[in-house]
């Protein structure tokens, strides 16, 4: 009976110290220069429901949209016992909405660095580079907005 209770008890501190843990790398990633950057890049994303996480999550994707997951991995992947998915949907700033906006978003703004160099070498001009660029970024930021508030509404109506 005692060693189950010390066992139980050791198994509560582990648990604890793994809490804490997890709590203090969420700080120091917070203030790091990729937390400063997300929190920076918080501010313009905020209308389409985006934390600061998703948000920097958003910069490596440039080099390769693949990236956007692994970095989104980084800042929530806390839990060894439960996969990301299920850490994500208990997580109240990462909705159903928030998740497909996101998707969209990802989907739509800028094309990946590869891509952009080709259109450059394609056309000859930075001119089409920049502007498939520009173009896609803003046909993202408006179809999301669009998305993330039309489903707000639905969402406040049912």
Known sequence: ???????????????????????????????????????????????????????FSLIPGFIAKE???????????????????EQLSEDDDFSGLKAFVFMIFTLLYIPCLSTVAVIKRETNSWKWAIFSMVYSLILAYSVGLIIYWVGRAVMLIV
């Open 67 to 85: 990236i956007v997951v692994g970095t989104i991995a980084v800042f929530y992947d806390r839990d060894e016992d439960k996969s990301l998915s």
């Open 1 to 55: 009976l005692f060693l189950d209770e010390t066992a139980r008890k050791y198994l509560e501190y582990k648990k604890e110290i793994k809490f804490l843990k997890s709590s203090q790398s969420i700080e120091e990633l917070e203030y790091s220069f990729a937390g400063r950057l997300g929190h920076g890049l918080y501010y313009v994303m905020k209308p389409l429901g985006f934390n600061w996480q998703m948000s």
